[in-house]
């Protein structure tokens, strides 16, 4: 019945090389040379006797017979993928993808937690702002992103709806609450600028009632944000997710009168690709992030 398909190593190898666009990057995630690529995809090509790249000197890009061929691979492979995950014994590591202030302020305080309910699960984390293809991209299990969660998905999973306040040191609100007009601020101006904006300057304005903007400092990382805060240079306009830490050990702590507003900004949620929704680990791993993430944060 299928003695006519090509080797599964072929379409594997086309299915890479045509979704990263180029033989290089398909080598990389495959771990193998590019000439191996080169030769697997022309061995394929002469069996079906269809030209399925058009190679450039740099570069090469995919002929309709190639697009037709790709989306077919793809589908056909993460089917295959999602079935194996459900009949093998459960993996015991999984590749958490999310923002460098989710990992370092919340994530990885509170992976522990997990970690001694589920000792024999392994935790990778990668920390970084570039968004990555999840559904395709398959060193990765599952990401946790900051935005507004697509609608329609069923591996789209909101956690917790973000609330912004203002946070400073014990001492730095006894020298500066009758005065906020004069404090300095801290804000995070966002990597991705597929962001929406918040507002913030909009908000420092009428929560102090001022019509010039006070002192305010910008850093592209919440991290830096946070550190600034905590060495009591300034007020930090921070999410109270980032914040925990410090809170908990009232090392900052959120202002009085009007400093005590808070203003919502935009979501964490989770992405669960289609491969790894019947995976087991990974459902408990989403259950432990459900149970664990604070319902009301302010």
Not at 103 to 108: E, I, S, Y
Not at 119 to 127: F, G, M, T, V, Y
Not at 192 to 207: A, Q, S, Y
């Amino acid at each position: 019945m299928f003695q006519n398909l090509p080797n599964l190593n072929a379409i594997r190898v086309f299915e890479a090389a045509a979704r990263l666009n180029s033989f290089k990057d398909a080598a990389d995630e495959l771990n193998v040379t590019p000439t191996a690529i080169s030769h697997q995809i022309r061995s394929l090509e002469d069996k079906l006797q269809t030209r399925l790249f058009e190679r450039k000197t740099r570069s090469v890009s995919l002929t309709n017979e190639g697009k037709l061929l790709a989306s077919s691979a793809n589908e056909s492979l993460r089917s295959l993928l999602s079935t194996i995950n459900q009949l093998t014994v459960t993996p015991n590591t999984l590749t958490i993808s999310t923002t460098n202030s989710f990992a370092a302020m919340w994530l990885v305080p509170n992976l522990e937690g997990f970690q001694q309910q589920h000792p024999n699960i392994k935790i990778l984390i990668r920390a970084e702002e570039s968004l990555i293809d999840i559904e395709h991209d398959s060193r990765v299990d599952m990401v946790i992103r900051y935005g507004k969660p697509p609608t329609g998905n069923l591996g789209v999973i909101p956690l917790i709806e973000d609330k912004i306040g203002f946070f400073a040191t014990p001492e730095y609100w006894k020298k500066h609450t009758k005065t906020p007009s004069g404090s300095v601020f801290f804000s995070t101006k966002w990597k991705n600028t597929n962001l929406p904006n918040l507002g913030i300057e909009g908000h420092l304005k009428n929560t102090i009632n001022t019509q010039e903007l006070p002192e305010l400092r910008y850093f592209d990382d919440e991290n830096q944000t946070v550190q600034a805060t905590l060495s009591g240079q300034g007020i930090g306009i921070l999410s109270k997710l980032s914040v925990g830490m410090p809170l908990d050990n009232a090392w900052l702590t959120q202002g009085s009168n009007e400093m005590s507003k808070v203003f919502s900004g935009l979501y964490y949620y989770l992405v669960i690709p289609t491969r790894q929704q019947a995976n087991s680990t990974a459902l408990l791993f989403k259950a432990w992030l459900c149970n664990t993430l604070p319902k009301d944060q302010l």
